[in-house]
């Protein structure tokens, strides 16, 4: 019979208690419509609990329907803020204060006169909000795209809070002798850090790995990725159906990790689902 063993650190981080806190509390005060500008973490079946609950996950600031509007972890480019607060809404802002941080970081670089480069996804909500504190940042996510770009002589990196380290580390290395003056700050966050780690080292020891979370999760896509270079049989699932004896066949070992938007109840689940198909 097969073991399955939880890497440390799986599962939701500081942020997103933080906010699913938040939002839960505002919703037992329960006073009028309660909507989030996308949804509030990028957990399906959390978000789909939410909606249950009343929680409307929006587009756009156009869908709000008056009332008051939570700012998710990955927070929004300043403008949108403005814009929330001038149509009358109750903004509450969730964003994770690791990712104010990286607001702040970017901003004081482009007030000091540096060229902004953030390292992560062009794609992701978190990194357009970070850009909107820094109009004029180009975003790469690899090396090579630097290739295309004129770089000042001057240029301050960040990273997507979520980013992979041997991402960051390999744009620093192109960056380094390209230009006059490299600052940066190292916005990889370290929950992010270590969830990583710890799921590398268990998928170097497992027979096969299952990578829990939101299919739209960055950092869960980061986590499957990095297990998936030490462990072939790497299965990154949103919930435990997606799985079948036939998938865990001739394991001894099972590791399990999950994203950062993922409630420690879908970890158990996972687990005790886990234990009966080995
Ligand atoms: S992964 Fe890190 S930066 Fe992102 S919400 Fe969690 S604690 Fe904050």
Redesign the pocket.
Known sequence: MARVEVADHAGA????ER?LKLVRELRAQGDGALSTLGPLIHNPRVVAELEADGVRAVAGLGDVEGGTLVLR??GVEPAVEREACARGLSVVDAT????KRVHKSVALLAEQGYGVVVVGDAAHP?VQAIVGYAPGAVVVAHAAELDALTLPSRVGVVAQ??LIKAQLDEVLAALTGRVRELRVFCTI????AERQQAAVELAGRADAMVVLGGRNSA?TAHLASLCAAQCARTFHVESPDELDASSLAGCELVGVTAG?STPAAQIAELVSALEELA
């Not at 994770?96 to 990712?99: D, G, K, L, S």
């Not at 966050?189 to 992010?192: G, M, N, S």
């Open positions: 981080c500081f942020g997103v906010a972890t990955h994770c204060p690791f990712v978190e809070t979520t966050c370290q929950a992010t950092n950062a």
